[in-house]
């Protein structure tokens, strides 16, 4: 009978100070590329983000346009929280190891003697 009184409650809106759940997503998986380095410029490392296309590194305006224009419901301070995701998901991924084992085959089936280890 209590159940009858109650006013029924709308879902919650999201936070306009939350970024989206396919936004986080799409940031936690973008692939790091790095490029030649360029005599001006240096190295380059490209990012591809789902949604957001591929670009590069460095100008965090052009970045938080992108992001705006894929999102257009986020604030500013949003687009700027998104970005400082972007370069911590780009860093914790270039200070990744690349090689975690010793690499199989052959060829690296020495030890530092010199000595095989596949003839006893």
Not at 22 to 34: G, M, N
Request: aromatic residues 8%; proline residues 10%.
């Amino acid at each position: 009978m209590l159940g009858f009184f109650r006013r029924e409650e709308a879902p919650p809106t999201p936070s306009p100070d939350r970024l989206p759940a396919e936004l986080v997503a799409a940031i936690e998986r973008l692939s790091v590329i790095r490029r030649a380095p360029c005599p001006d410029q240096g190295e380059r490392i490209a990012v591809a983000v789902p949604g957001l296309g591929m670009f590069y590194v460095g100008n965090e305006a052009k970045v938080k346009a992108r992001i705006l224009a894929a999102y257009p419901e986020l604030s500013p301070v949003c687009a700027r929280r998104a970005v400082e995701l972007m370069d911590a998901v780009i860093g914790s991924r270039m200070r990744a190891p690349t090689m975690t084992d010793r690499p199989l085959g052959w060829v690296f089936d020495y030890d530092d003697t010199g000595r095989w280890f596949g003839n006893g």
